[in-house]
């Protein structure tokens, strides 16, 4: 089976910053691909290029498909979804409707037909699943962090898009927390998905991740097994400040 997701060449300047620097990937079906590295290495930028919210150089191939000259919202169509590195909500609605609106919105848009209806029945039952259940009348302002966090991955759940794209879902949430949160998306949002997880927490890359991706300034300081990854010199230094011995 050929790659779900392949990336070639792609580089996004903003002005005189070099944010992606002829960045080379492949991602294999069903490979959770973590993405570390400093702030301001490129992380989100190569995620907001895949979904077309910027434009790079280079190409994008989504299931061999060139995409790189899609609008945003024929990539979604062609089944890739997102999380915010601060989460985006609709604010008026309640946290049962934000999934509904999910899955209305994007679901029927999929290719793929087998994906199933959005009942609001399915959406209870994802929202327990979620441990969301007690707030489906809630607003998400009245949410807590890791509660608006869980609301996000729900959504892109429910769309059942083939690829995800998920920018720091634990960012702002207590070691606890994000040890719950990494539990929901090893048990429901992860299995059978193909996705691109960027993290600053190493315990979580290291416990969902098939591979890894080291980015620095743009570039790749390092790909592969998440275990061999960390234990290269230079990724250690990059990543937790550890000094290189010559
Ligand atoms: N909209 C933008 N306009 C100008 N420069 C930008 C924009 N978005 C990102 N950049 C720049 O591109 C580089 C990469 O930023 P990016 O947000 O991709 O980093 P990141 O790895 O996600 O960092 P963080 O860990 O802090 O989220 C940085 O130098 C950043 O300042
Ligand atoms: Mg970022």
């Known amino acids: 089976m050929g790659a779900t997701l392949e990336i070639r060449d792609l580089t996004l300047r903003f002005g005189g910053v070099t944010a992606l620097d ?50 945003a919202p024929e990539r979604v169509r062609l089944g890739m979804t997102r999380t915010f590195q601060a989460p985006r909500t609709y604010r008026r609605m309640s946290v049962l409707e934000n999934l509904d609106a999910a899955c209305h919105a994007f679901r029927p848009l999929l290719r793929n037909r087998s994906v199933r209806r959005c009942e609001t029945k399915e959406m209870h039952a994802q929202l327990e699943r979620f441990g969301l259940g007690h707030l489906a009348h809630a607003l998400p302002d009245q949410l807590t962090p890791v509660e608006q966090r869980l609301l996000e991955l729900a959504r892109a759940h429910v769309t059942g898009a083939r690829l995800l794209l998920l920018d720091e879902p634990a960012a702002g949430t207590t070691e606890a927390e994000a040890h719950h949160l990494r539990q929901v998306m090893a048990e429901h949002v992860l299995p059978g998905r193909t996705a691109i997880l960027i993290e600053h927490r ?9 591979e890894l991706v080291v980015l620095q300034a743009g570039r790749m300081l390092a790909q592969g097994a998440p275990d061999d990854v960390f234990a290269k010199a230079e990724v250690r230094e990059t990543l937790m400040g550890e000094p290189v011995h010559a």
Do not use: M, W
């Open 22 to 71: 002829r960045l080379r990937l492949s991602l294999a079906p069903g490979t959770v691909l973590g993405l570390a590295g400093p702030n301001g290495s490129g992380k989100s930028s190569l995620i907001n290029v895949l979904t077309g919210h910027y434009r790079g150089e280079g190409s994008i191939l989504l299931d061999s498909e060139q995409i790189d000259h899609l609008a």
């Open 202 to 210: 190493l315990d979580f890359l290291r416990a969902l991740c098939s």
